[in-house]
């Protein structure tokens, strides 16, 4: 892995990035409540982490952002679309896209297949039509593959591009979820524990490819993470839960202060 700074792939302006509204949000499962009225806002173009001990409800934060649960109540709001209520693919269409906390690939197929997946929400002609040799698809294709290699050089993945996912090394199959989650040219980037299970050389590098995002791009990151340190120097604000209730939310040096996060995060320790 190389340790240069990524190349810029610029495509999304800033002022297309809307504000991400968080009111409220309760989730319950079957008499489980897993987010209490949980409020906040992600500013466009920021990176706002989600963090809190096992079981606080990062994850189910996620799900509900990304369509995968529905809220029991509040509201999610992408600058004018409620997201709460619409299915994973027209919430995609909005603009959202995500990693997951574990690996989603596909083993066999290709870094660069794996990246074009990340295309097909952007197809005006559609892959089926490209394999038609209609009019437009091969050059739209050829659009798509471009971006493809512009978003593997910007994640470092350039040398990668022929190998199966399942083939490289778990810091880079992380990167590949990300670099794909890109390809779909996102507003707003969901990112579920990027660093969890790395090497520390992978973290660091991932925590680049990040912050590259955040100031090449200009799109807005939900960033779940345990890593403080990799919170801490990526942040802009801090949401802390604990048992599906916000206890903390704001900077990241001041969140890190708090003395009911420091409990929170000390009771967690103490069992792991
Ligand atoms: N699909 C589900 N059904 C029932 N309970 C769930 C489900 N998903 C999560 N939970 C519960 O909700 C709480 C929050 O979980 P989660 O959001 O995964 O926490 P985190 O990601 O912060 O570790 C936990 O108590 C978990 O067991
Ligand atoms: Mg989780």
């Not at 050829?142 to 593997?152: F, K």
Request: charged share 20%; hydrophobic share 45%; glycine share 10%.
């Amino acid at each position: 892995m190389t340790s240069s700074p990524p190349e810029t792939a610029p495509r999304t302006a800033a002022s297309d990035v809307p504000r991400l509204r968080v009111r409220d949000l309760t989730v319950r499962f079957a008499g489980l409540t897993a987010l209490d009225g949980v409020s906040f806002t992600v500013e466009p173009g920021s990176v706002h982490a989600v963090i809190g001990p096992n079981g606080a409800g990062k994850s189910t934060t996620f799900n509900v952002l990304s369509g995968v649960h529905r809220a029991t109540s509040g509201s999610v709001r992408l600058g004018d679309a409620e997201l709460t209520g619409l299915p994973p693919h027209r919430i995609a269409a909005l603009g959202v896209a995500r990693t997951f906390q574990n690996l989603a690939l596909s083993a066999h197929t290709t870094v660069f297949d794996s990246l074009m997946l990340g295309r097909h929400r952007l197809t005006r002609t559609g892959f089926l039509s490209a394999g038609l040799h209609l009019p437009g698809a091969a050059r739209e294709a050829a659009r798509h593959r471009e971006r493809v290699r512009e978003i593997a050089a910007f994640t470092g993945l350039e040398d990668h591009l022929d190998r199966p996912a399942g083939s490289l090394p778990y810091g880079l199959q992380k990167l590949v979820e990300l670099g794909r989650a890109l390809c779909t040219e996102p507003r707003l980037l969901l990112l579920d524990e990027p660093v969890a299970g790395m090497t520390a050389p992978e973290r660091r590098r991932t925590a680049e490819v990040v912050a590259a995002v955040r100031e090449g791009l200009g799109i807005s990151i939900v960033l779940v993470e345990h890593d403080m340190a990799v919170v801490m120097r990526l942040a802009d604000a801090v949401t802390v839960l604990d048992f599906g209730r916000r206890i903390a939310d704001g900077p990241p040096e001041v969140v890190q202060r708090d003395p009911a996060v420091v409990r929170a995060y000390l009771g967690q320790e103490a069992t792991a």
